[in-house]
């Protein structure tokens, strides 16, 4: 499935290859006894994921994951990647775009490789309808993003107050219903479902049933593309079912935590979380270097975390569709600058 096809919302997400904050874990082809089938996990953290969960749902099978990110650096072309492939039983991938790798996409690995199977790259934006990506982003292959204080993963608000020149009091007195309802931020969820199930069929793995039950455990996201264990989990399980395994019947959160929790999480917001019968918040979580307890910040706190780094930025640096389109937007401007009194 080709970029272009996806729809407009899960192309604006970066949902083929979302940039990842998660510390890298690769597992290498290692003789640990397991004589198995063997099996071959292509993707993101997500992907990475995947392979952990089919170690523990398939405890005879050997598993190696291959990260999107090193592509090119441990395969060299697609002739590579495939070469490495053809040694193993069973390969899932999730989609990556051209120019990760020289000699096409996972579209053109697909065509060439039968064995192949494909699994969603899960994004989805409903719970925290505020969290963007700003920076260089027109072509997948080639991002550079701009930092935030949980990695790169911004707030529209805070950044379209910041060009607006609010200060950080002023941008935290946005975060209220009546502004998220002007902004839509209560209107994400048709999109987002239909997105994603969309997104998934186009593949051959329809999500339809997944979602419903997903949405009845609560928010099932960390950030918009970072799912909780029990999303990789079914997926795992699934990709296995329908590759004539029988995976033990655990949960993989029971057994391996939570790689993701990890990493970034930002709060569902209040109101927002109002909506899904959910207790929501606003703090923020860095993602912790070693064993060091979190960074963590109030709203107000992110929000100047945020600022003194767009103060650093040049503007161009800074470039986001959608605060573009409010900033220029007279009836979106008008909610910011009616903050500054």
């Keep these: 499935m080709a970029i272009s096809d996806l729809p407009r919302r899960a192309r604006s997400a970066f949902s083929l290859s979302a940039p990842s904050w998660a510390r890298p874990w690769r597992a290498k082809a290692v003789d640990d006894g397991r004589k198995g089938p063997s099996i071959a996990v292509l993707g993101n953290c997500?992907?990475?994921?995947?392979?952990?969960?089919?170690?523990?749902?398939?405890?005879?099978?050997?598993?190696?994951?291959?990260?999107?990110?090193?592509?090119?650096?441990?395969?060299?072309?697609?002739?590579?990647?495939?070469?490495?492939?053809?040694?193993?039983d069973h390969v899932?991938?999730?989609?990556?775009?051209?120019?990760?790798?020289?000699?096409?996409?996972?579209?053109?690995?697909?065509?060439?490789?039968?064995?192949?199977?494909?699994?969603?790259?899960?994004?989805?934006?409903?719970?925290?309808?505020?969290?963007v990506y700003a920076g260089?982003?027109?072509?997948?292959?080639?991002?550079?993003?701009?930092?935030?204080?949980l990695g790169q993963y911004h707030s529209a608000i805070a950044l379209c107050a910041h060009r607006l020149g609010l200060t950080v009091?002023?941008?935290?007195?946005?975060?209220?219903?009546?502004?998220?309802?002007?902004?839509?931020?209560?209107?994400?969820?048709d999109p987002a479902v239909r997105e994603l199930v969309t997104s998934s069929a186009g593949i051959g793995f329809g999500l339809e049933r997944e979602v419903g039950r997903w949405?009845?455990?609560?928010?099932?996201?960390?950030?918009?593309?970072?799912?909780?264990?029990?999303?990789?989990?079914?997926?795992?399980?699934?990709?296995?079912?329908e590759s004539g395994f029988t995976p033990e019947p655990v949960a993989v959160e029971d057994y391996l935590g939570d790689e993701l929790?990890?990493?970034?999480?930002?709060?569902?917001?209040?109101?927002?979380?109002?909506?899904?019968?959910?207790?929501?918040?606003?703090?923020?979580?860095?993602?912790?270097r070693g064993a060091a307890f979190p960074v963590l910040y109030?709203?107000?706190?992110?929000?100047?975390?945020?600022?003194q780094l767009y103060d650093d930025a040049a503007p161009g640096d800074l470039a986001c569709p959608r605060v573009e389109t409010w900033a220029t937007s007279p009836w979106i401007a008008e909610i910011f600058l009616a903050a500054k009194g």
């Design 46 to 88: 997500q992907g990475r994921g995947v392979a952990q969960a089919m170690r523990l749902f398939a405890p005879e099978s050997p598993v190696r994951y291959l990260s999107m990110g090193t592509l090119r650096r441990d395969h060299g072309t697609l002739d590579g990647l495939a070469a490495t492939l053809a040694g193993f």
């Design 92 to 131: 899932y991938s999730q989609a990556f775009p051209g120019g990760l790798l020289p000699g096409g996409d996972s579209g053109t690995l697909f065509a060439r490789e039968k064995r192949l199977k494909m699994f969603p790259t899960i994004v989805f934006s409903a719970f925290h309808p505020d969290m």
């Design 136 to 149: 260089r982003t027109q072509n997948l292959a080639d991002q550079k993003l701009a930092a935030s204080p």
């Design 169 to 189: 009091a002023q941008t935290a007195s946005l975060f209220r219903e009546d502004v998220f309802q002007r902004l839509g931020y209560f209107d994400h969820w």
């Design 215 to 241: 949405s009845r455990r609560g928010a099932f996201m960390h950030v918009i593309n970072h799912p909780k264990a029990y999303v990789i989990g079914d997926i795992a399980r699934r990709l296995l079912a």
């Design 261 to 288: 929790v990890h990493d970034v999480v930002w709060p569902v917001y209040p109101p927002v979380a109002e909506q899904f019968g959910i207790t929501g918040s606003y703090l923020f979580k860095r993602k912790p």
């Design 298 to 307: 109030d709203l107000e706190g992110f929000i100047a975390a945020s600022f």
